[in-house]
C-alpha cells in the first residue's frame, strides 16, 4: 500500500473517531485551518509560561521571568493572557507567532496593606465580559478587583466566612493555625450571563456570588452547612465551571470527591441541585464548548485507586462526614494533606508522586441521551499524575489537560474516541509543575 494512500485511510479513521492513534497521525493544518490564525495553548509552570500549538501538539514556546506562575486566562477578543504569579498579576500581550511577552506587571499583595495577610497568593483570575475588570483572590479571605488594562487593585472585597468543621478538625491535627476568619477563596469564575462571578471558598465549605455591578458579594451557599444537622454536599471546593447556557454551575469538591451541581438559572440565587461522585480532588472544570459534558481531572484520585468517592453518601448527613473525619483522622489527613500541598506548593508532592490518577468525565444533562440517568459518569480516564487545569479547543474537539505532579511536567490531549469514550490520544513535555491552562479563543475555566 503507497504511503498516499495509508494517510488517506488514516485520516478517514480520524474523521470517523474511530480509533484514537489515527486522531493524532492526521491532527494536520489542513484538518483544522480554521486554527491556524494564532491558536495557541497557554500552561502557567514554575518560573515561566509555556506555549503549545494545539494542531502540532507540541510546545512551540515559553514566555520566561514568571515566577510562581499559578494560573492564566486569554481575553475574550484573544488579546491578552492575564497571568497569577505568587503576589503579582501580569499582563501579556498575545502578538506575533509565539505569543508576544511580558508587557505589564503589577503586585497586588504588599506586606502590612490592611487587607492583606502574609503568606497570601493570588489564585486564578476572572475577566468581565466587557474586558475592563479583573476579579481576583488572594488565597486568605479577599477578592481584588483589578484594572484589567492598568492592573492596579480598584477595590477588595472581604469574605470572612471563616473555617467549616472539616477544616478545623484538619487544620488542628496537621498542626497548622487558623483564623476564624479565613475561607481561602480560590478558583472562581464568571457566569456566562456576565453579570455574577462565582468563588468557591475552600476552608469554609461554600461558595460566594458576587454582583460584578455593584461589586458586593449578594449570596453564600453553603454546602458543606454550619449547622451539624443540615445536609452537606461537599468540602473543600476549590475550582467550579459553568454550562456554556450558564443553566448549571460545576462546583469540585475535593474532598472527599464530589461535584456539586447548582442550578443557576436564577443566577444572582443558585440552589443546589446534586452531588456527582468522582474521583479525589477534583479541580478545575469548565464545559465543553457542545455542553454536552465536561471533564473533572482528579488531581489525587489514584489514593482511591481512581475509583469515584463512595465515602460518607454522596448527599450525606454533614454530622455524619464529621463523625467519620474524626473516626478516620489518619485516612482524612492523607487525603486532604496531599491535596493541600499539591494546591499551595509549586512542587512535587507525597503521597501522590508516582500513581497515574483519572479525569472523570460527567455528562450534564440526560436530555441528550434520555436513559433516565441525569449527571451520570460517562467515562473514567486515567491520565497521568496530578491531572489539574483543563482548556478546550473552541469546537471542543480536543481537551488540554495539565498533569501537575508528573515529573517533568507534561499535558495530555484527550477526545471523545466514540460516543461515551474517550481517550488521551497524545502527550506534550512541558516545563515543571503545570498548572493552569488556557487556550485562545477556547473554553477555559471560566469563558
Not at 443540615?230 to 465551571?241: F, M, N, S, V, W
Amino acid at each position: 500500500m503507497g504511503k498516499k494512500l495509508f494517510g488517506i485511510l488514516v485520516l478517514l479513521a480520524f474523521l470517523v473517531q474511530i480509533n484514537a492513534k489515527g486522531a493524532f497521525a492526521e491532527h494536520t493544518e489542513k484538518t483544522y485551518k480554521g486554527w491556524s490564525n494564532g491558536i495557541f495553548a497557554y500552561t502557567a509552570v514554575e518560573g515561566s509560561v509555556n506555549i503549545i500549538d494545539p494542531v502540532k501538539m507540541k510546545k512551540i514556546g515559553t514566555i520566561s521571568g514568571i515566577a510562581g506562575s499559578h494560573n492564566c486566562f486569554t481575553s475574550y477578543d484573544g488579546t491578552f493572557l492575564y497571568i497569577t504569579a505568587g503576589k503579582e498579576i501580569i499582563k501579556v500581550a498575545l502578538t506575533g507567532k509565539k505569543g508576544g511577552g511580558v508587557i505589564s506587571r503589577n503586585k497586588l499583595i504588599e506586606d502590612g496593606v490592611a487587607h492583606v495577610h502574609s503568606g497570601a497568593a493570588l489564585a486564578h483570575v476572572a475577566l468581565t465580559l466587557d474586558g475592563k475588570n479583573l476579579y481576583i483572590p488572594d488565597g486568605k479571605d479577599t477578592i481584588i478587583v483589578a484594572d484589567a488594562d492598568t492592573l492596579e487593585a480598584k477595590k477588595t472585597m472581604n469574605i470572612p466566612t471563616g473555617l467549616d468543621d472539616v477544616m478545623k478538625i484538619v487544620k488542628t491535627q496537621l498542626g497548622e493555625t487558623w483564623n476564624d476568619s479565613d475561607s481561602n477563596p480560590h478558583g472562581l469564575a464568571l457566569h456566562p450571563g456576565g453579570r455574577y462571578i462565582y468563588v468557591p471558598l475552600v476552608w469554609s465549605g461554600a461558595v460566594a456570588v458576587i454582583d460584578t455591578w455593584i461589586d458586593e458579594v449578594v449570596t453564600i451557599v453553603n454546602l458543606n452547612a454550619f449547622d451539624s444537622s443540615q445536609p452537606g454536599h461537599g468540602t473543600a471546593p476549590t475550582a467550579l465551571g459553568f454550562s456554556t447556557d450558564g443553566h448549571w454551575c460545576f462546583v469540585s469538591c475535593a474532598v472527599p470527591g464530589y461535584e456539586c451541581i447548582l442550578d443557576t438559572s436564577d443566577p444572582g440565587n443558585p440552589t443546589i441541585e446534586t452531588t456527582v461522585a468522582v474521583g479525589l480532588s477534583p479541580i478545575q472544570v469548565p464545559a465543553n464548548p457542545t455542553n454536552k459534558y465536561f471533564i473533572a481531572p482528579c488531581q489525587t484520585s489514584s489514593l482511591l485507586d481512581n475509583k469515584a468517592s463512595d465515602f460518607p453518601d454522596p448527599v450525606f448527613d454533614n454530622a455524619g462526614w464529621v463523625d467519620w473525619v474524626n473516626t478516620n483522622t489518619d485516612t482524612a489527613l492523607r487525603y486532604i494533606a496531599a491535596l493541600f500541598s499539591a494546591l499551595q506548593s509549586a512542587m512535587i508532592t507525597e503521597p501522590n508522586d508516582d500513581k497515574p490518577d483519572a479525569c472523570f468525565v460527567i455528562e450534564i444533562e440526560d436530555n441528550y441521551d434520555h436513559d433516565g440517568t441525569p449527571w451520570e459518569v460517562l467515562d473514567t480516564v486515567v491520565a497521568g499524575v496530578g491531572p489539574h487545569g483543563v482548556s478546550y479547543t473552541p469546537g471542543g474537539e480536543f481537551a488540554f489537560v495539565t498533569l501537575a505532579q508528573e515529573n517533568p511536567g507534561k499535558v495530555v490531549v484527550i477526545t471523545e474516541t466514540e460516543p461515551g469514550k474517550f481517550t488521551v490520544i497524545h502527550t506534550i513535555k512541558v516545563g515543571t509543575f503545570p498548572n493552569g491552562i488556557a487556550i485562545k479563543f477556547g473554553r477555559n475555566q471560566n469563558s
